[in-house]
């Protein structure tokens, strides 16, 4: 399964609690809107991984959004209680559309192998 990572493009992290999302029309939308929030970390770019095996991930229903603050709660606590999952798919409030929009997060320690894949603009 390929996700996408809006990250700086120095020190990027890949490892837990990193956000990932399907879409790359998503992820180039937020490079831009960091590097206009956060311009001393620009440029942002687009960062891809292969590594989310689809049998380690823990989908929260559609129904149940999830606020980001409740999801950093989250990933520690099943992190703790349940190290089969290495990705958790949830849906979010998006900022940018209103929308809702599905978002993976990593829950493994181990940092994820991810690709330098197009700038975010």
């Not at 937020?30 to 206009?36: H, K, P, S, V």
Request: net charge negative.
């Amino acid at each position: 399964m390929d996700l996408y990572r809006a990250a700086p493009a120095r020190n990027p992290y890949f490892s837990r609690g990193s956000y990932w999302t399907v879409s790359m029309s998503f992820a180039r939308q937020f490079a831009r809107w960091l590097d206009e929030h956060f311009p001393k970390d620009r440029p942002h770019v687009i960062y891809a991984t292969a590594d989310a095996d689809p049998s380690r991930i823990l989908h929260v229903p559609f129904e149940l959004p999830l606020p980001s603050n409740k999801v950093t709660e989250l990933v520690r606590e099943l992190k703790e209680a349940d190290p089969l999952y290495d990705w958790l798919a949830f849906w979010e409030p998006g900022a940018f559309e209103g929308i809702l929009t599905e978002n993976y997060v990593c829950l493994s320690e181990a940092p994820v192998t991810a690709n330098l894949l197009a700038s975010g603009s």
